[in-house]
C-alpha cells in the first residue's frame, strides 16, 4: 500500500482511535506519544517512508481495541486482578476485529494486533516469536511501554526515564526485540526522548488533578481557561508557567457537558501531513 490513500477515511479511523482514548482519564497523549515514539525509532532504524508512516499510524492506534474493555478496569484505582488482567490482554484481539473490514485495515492491523508479542514466544494475543512479530509491532511495543511506565496511572505514579530505560534493557531480548531497545536507547542518550515525555502534543505539558491524580489534557487551553477533571469533576483555571500550566481550583464541580470527553485533533493532523 502506498501513501495514496484517501485522507478523509483515515482522518475517521484515527478519531474513533481518539475517543477510545478519552473514555480513559489517565492516558491522555497516549497514542500521540507512542505514534510519534515509534515514528522516531522507525526514522532511527533507517525505514523509508511508508516504513515510517506505518509505524507512527500503528503508534496513534494500537490500543484501539480498548473499546470493548470495561470502563471499571480501564480506570480502576488498584491493580488489576487475574481476571481483570486476562479481561486487559483481550484488546489487541479486539482491535484487530474492529479493524478488519476497515479499508485501510493493512495500515495498522499488525501494529493492534500484535503489539503485547514478545521475542520469547509469552506475548499474546498469538504467541508469536522472534521475527515472526511484524516489525512494527515489534517497534510499536517497545514505544509503548516506554511511554506505560513514564506515564501516571491510576495505581501509580510515573517511573523516571532512567528507571524505564533500565526495565527496557533488562528486557532486550525477551520482552523486547534486542535490536530495537539499542536504538531507542540511542535515542534517549541523545535527548530525543524529551518533547515528548509528559506531553500531551509538542509543547503541550501534561498536568494532574491535585485532588485525584488524572491527567489533565491541557491542549488548546488559553491562558485562564477553565478545565474539569473528568474524574472527580473538581474545576481548574489553567495559568501557563514555564512552558506547562499551574492549576488554580476554583472550588466549584464541573457539569456534564465540562466533562466530555473531547478528541484532540492536532495529533490527527499531524499525522495527515506525514502523507503529503
Known amino acids: 500500500m502506498t501513501l495514496d490513500i484517501d485522507r478523509q477515511l483515515l482522518a475517521s479511523l484515527m ?20 505514534g510519534q515514539y515509534s515514528r522516531m525509532l522507525a526514522e532511527e532504524i533507517g525505514l523509508d517512508r511508508e516504513g515510517v508512516f506505518r509505524a507512527a499510524i500503528g503508534g496513534f492506534l494500537h490500543d484501539l481495541g480498548k473499546i470493548g474493555i470495561p470502563d471499571v478496569i480501564l480506570n480502576g484505582r488498584h491493580r488489576l486482578s487475574q481476571l481483570q488482567t486476562a479481561v486487559m490482554h483481550t484488546h489487541p484481539g479486539i482491535g484487530r476485529t474492529v479493524l478488519a473490514e476497515h479499508p ?3 495500515l495498522a ?4 494486533a500484535h503489539h503485547h508479542e514478545r521475542p520469547d ?3 499474546y494475543p498469538d504467541g508469536l516469536a522472534g521475527d515472526a512479530i511484524p516489525l512494527v509491532a515489534r517497534i510499536v511495543g517497545v514505544c509503548d511501554a516506554f511511554d ?5 496511572r491510576s495505581y501509580r505514579s510515573a517511573m523516571s526515564t532512567e528507571r524505564a530505560c533500565s526495565i527496557l534493557e533488562d528486557g532486550r531480548g525477551s520482552q523486547f526485540d534486542a535490536a530495537l531497545v539499542d536504538s531507542f536507547l540511542a535515542m534517549g542518550q541523545a535527548g530525543k526522548l524529551l518533547p515528548i515525555i509528559g506531553h500531551g502534543h509538542h509543547g503541550h505539558r501534561l498536568a494532574s488533578c491535585p485532588r485525584c491524580g488524572p491527567v ?3 491542549h488548546g487551553k488559553a491562558d485562564g481557561a477553565l478545565h474539569v477533571c473528568r474524574a472527580c469533576g473538581d474545576e481548574y483555571r489553567l495559568h501557563r508557567k ?3 500550566f499551574e492549576l488554580e481550583a476554583t472550588g466549584r464541580q464541573g457539569g456534564a457537558e465540562q466533562m466530555r470527553p473531547e478528541p484532540d485533533m492536532a495529533p490527527i493532523q499531524e499525522l495527515l501531513r506525514l502523507m503529503s
Open 15 to 34: 478519531i474513533m482511535g481518539s475517543v477510545v482514548e478519552a473514555r480513559d482519564a489517565y492516558t491522555g497523549g497516549h497514542m500521540w506519544r507512542v
Open 104 to 106: 485501510l485495515a493493512p
Open 109 to 112: 492491523l499488525e501494529a493492534v
Open 121 to 123: 514466544g509469552t506475548g
Open 148 to 152: 506505560a511506565m513514564t506515564s501516571t
Open 216 to 218: 489533565i489534557a491541557t
Open 242 to 244: 514555564d512552558g506547562g
